[in-house]
């Protein structure tokens, strides 16, 4: 996992850099790629800006932002710059594994004169907040990358740090569909290779331990979850209530 992690922080990183340049990763893949007969799907995918979709207005519809509320973005990326949550009246928390994207936001925060609570570097399975510290919450295009002992521990902590009853999104890998196996592909040529290995099902038992399942909805190569945290975890298997 350590490992892994680490090859997902050199990417991002790289990425950040890169960008920087105006160099783009997604420009300019090999032909093994692009000759690939779900390249077009890829392609529509990016046009229409539904490959890993934060922006969504469904997300900030069912989230609710509001004056007081702290807001959690796991896995942030640049969701503050270019996805419209600057705008949020929450309070904007970002987590990223990729010191590059961090040290970035920093600056944009500074430039800008925006006021946020707090912009961290470390894994989303174990971050430094407070048990109950938020409101709303979401990650977004991150769990992919991950295998089940880790995305077990990273729910576990998204419920952690969720107030009960909180509203959170997240998204996991729709697999066997042409859309996640052409981003699979990608993915794993720019150095990050999704590593998810849980069904649908196997998911939403875990899942069903700390949120209720509102309803999930199927995007680009994801499907989209919309939870609410439940007030008591129900461990499955335990018969045991914990809060
Ligand atoms: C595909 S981008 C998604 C960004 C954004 N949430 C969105 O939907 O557009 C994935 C981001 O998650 C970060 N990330 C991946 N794994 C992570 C982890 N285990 N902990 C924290 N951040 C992670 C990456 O560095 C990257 O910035």
């Not at 896995?75 to 009246?89: E, I, Q």
């Amino acid at each position: 996992m350590k490992k892994q992690l680490e090859l997902i922080a050199k990417s991002y990183d790289k990425g950040i850099e890169l960008g920087k340049k105006g160099i783009d990763l997604y420009d300019n893949f090999p032909s093994y790629i692009t000759s690939h007969c779900n390249y077009p799907l890829f392609e529509q995918m990016r046009m229409n800006e539904t490959l890993s979709d934060s922006a969504r207005k469904e997300i900030v519809e069912y989230l609710a932002p509001k004056v007081g509320m702290r807001f959690i973005d796991l896995g942030c990326c640049l969701n503050l710059m270019f996805a419209g949550y600057k705008d949020w009246r929450s309070t904007y928390y970002g987590v990223d594994i990729s010191s590059k994207t961090i040290e970035l936001l920093r600056e944009y925060v500074e430039k800008n004169c925006l006021i946020v609570g707090d912009l961290y570097c470390c894994s989303m399975h174990e971050t430094p907040f407070d048990t109950s510290f938020f409101d709303i919450g979401e990650c977004v295009g991150s769990l992919e990358y991950f295998e089940k002992g880790y995305v077990q521990q990273a729910v576990a902590e998204f419920s952690r740090i969720m107030k009960s009853n909180g509203r959170f999104v997240l998204d996991i890998p729709n697999i066997g569909s042409p859309e996640f196996e052409i981003t699979k592909l990608i993915e794993e040529y720019l150095g990050r290779q999704d590593q998810f290995d849980l069904s649908e099902e196997e998911f939403d038992t875990i899942l069903n331990d700390y949120f209720i399942i509102d309803k999930k909805e199927i995007v680009g190569p994801m499907i989209q979850y919309f939870l609410i945290r439940k007030t008591k975890n129900t461990p499955s298997g335990s018969g045991v209530s914990t809060t």
